[in-house]
Nanobody, 121 residues
Framework: QVQLAESGGGLVQAGGSLRLSCAAS????????MGWYRQAPGKQRELVAA???????DYADSVKGRFTISRDNAKNTVYLQMSNLKPEDTAVYYC???????????????WGQGTQVTVSS
């Protein structure tokens, strides 16, 4: 199996910055897309940012210009640099990775356990 270990969440004031990290480990042949999702209380989980193996990126409109996603393929790690944070960014942030565990197998999606980000006004 594949494990995703997230770190970097916490409490920050509005306008501040945080950097989330997510390292994948376990049975990994290759990792296709990696991304970050978030879920606020009473809301559905939504895509925040995603990045392909070739480093093409996609962002939710609400975070464009404030968040930057990047990855280190050698370390199987994805990062989310969050700047100019707003109270509405408060949520549990989940890491996602689409992984080929064995050569020739179909890719599967794996999730981290989530890390809380709280932005105070």
């Amino acid at each position: 199996q594949v494990q995703l270990a997230e770190s970097g969440g916490g409490l920050v004031q509005a306008g501040g910055s945080l950097r989330l990290s997510c390292a994948a480990s376990g049975s990994i042949f290759s990792i296709n897309a990696m991304g970050w999702y978030r879920q606020a209380p009473g809301k559905q989980r939504e895509l925040v940012a995603a990045i392909t193996y070739g480093e093409s990126t996609d962002y939710a409109d609400s975070v464009k210009g404030r968040f930057t996603i990047s990855r280190d393929n050698a370390k199987n790690t994805v990062y989310l640099q969050m700047s100019n944070l707003k109270p509405e960014d408060t949520a549990v942030y989940y890491c996602n990775a689409v992984v080929v565990t064995v050569r020739g197998f179909l890719p599967r999606a794996f999730w981290g356990q989530g890390t809380q980000v709280t932005v105070s006004s």
